[in-house]
């Protein structure tokens, strides 16, 4: 069984940075697609980046692109979200997760990855 573990959430002022990290156990990631997702209160869930390492796919969504980075430490069996210039409407829980099935579905964000972590909560505030 594949576990996910996010960290590094919490309260920042408008413009700052944030990195989120997600280490996994029960299973290597170097292949896996991977990504990140987030809820709103009030809103249903969204996939913010998503990577696929075996064909270097990387998607993004469009609120989120130029400011988030998604990547992988494949030693340390990592992912991370580098989050900047970080807006009140970035505010949300945010989920890890990671799927060995490779298919568009996984590429781009949709919400069929089988494993997920159990959230960080993210709150951009001044």
């Known amino acids: 069984q594949v576990q996910l573990v996010e960290s590094g959430g919490g309260l920042v002022q408008p413009g700052g940075s944030l990195r989120l990290s997600c280490t996994a156990s029960?299973?290597?990631?170097?292949?896996?697609?991977i990504g990140w997702f987030r809820q709103a209160p009030g809103k249903e869930r969204e996939g913010v980046s998503c990577s696929t390492a075996s064909d270097g796919n990387i998607w993004h969504a469009e609120s989120v692109k130029g400011r988030f980075t998604i990547s992988r430490d494949n030693a340390e069996n990592t992912v991370y979200l580098q989050m900047n210039s970080l807006k009140p409407e970035d505010t949300a829980v945010y989920y890890c997760t990671a799927d060995p099935k490779i298919d568009r579905y996984r590429r781009t964000c949709r919400q069929f990855y089988a494993y997920w972590g159990q959230g960080t909560q993210v709150t951009v505030s001044s």
């Open positions: 029960g299973a290597t990631l170097d292949y896996y697609a």
